[in-house]
């Protein structure tokens, strides 16, 4: 499988990754708010109170992942793809801490930690791939790749 298969591949996984828990959010937030991300074990409710301008704010700003995420999809430049996979990080390192410094059900421990570590290495290890290309590329070093044309 080719680099840009992968990076591709991996930019699919982390949209829906988002996709899923931001359309329900926008689109129904108090059904969000109570049952996800599912109704037995419904991680959001047990931080209450219930906003639902917060819960549809929440689902929006994930959403916006979605058509960046799409755009690296079409066109995977590595600087395209480096950008959405740093806002990935930006949004799921703080996200992941925050739930690790407040754990609330310890019989979803194991569950929570690996959706909210999934995205965080899945997105690392893409940028490890951007960083490799780029190194093969001669790109790292400021020079064109060999038999580009320019001088």
């Not at 990076?7 to 996709?19: D, E, H, K, N, P």
């Not at 960046?68 to 793809?81: L, T, Y």
């Not at 799921?92 to 929570?112: F, G």
Request: charged letters at 15%.
């Amino acid at each position: 499988m080719s680099t840009t298969t992968r990076l591709r591949t991996g930019i699919v996984l982390l949209a829906l990754w988002q996709a899923g828990p931001a359309l329900w959010a926008v689109v129904s937030p108090d059904g969000f708010f109570g049952a996800f991300p599912t109704p037995d074990h419904a991680w959001v409710r047990l931080f209450p109170p219930y906003n639902e301008h917060l819960v549809r704010d929440f689902g929006l700003a994930l959403a916006q992942f979605v058509p960046v995420a799409a755009v690296c999809v079409k066109w995977p430049e590595p600087v395209f793809v480096r950008a959405v996979l740093i806002g990935s990080l930006l949004f799921s390192v703080p996200h992941m801490v925050y739930h690790e410094m407040h754990v609330v059900r310890a019989d979803d421990l194991v569950w929570q930690r690996l959706s909210l570590w999934f995205p965080i290495v899945l997105a690392g290890w893409l940028l490890y791939l951007t960083r490799s290309s780029r190194s093969r590329s001669g790109e790292r070093s400021g020079l064109p790749p060999s038999g580009s044309g320019r001088r």
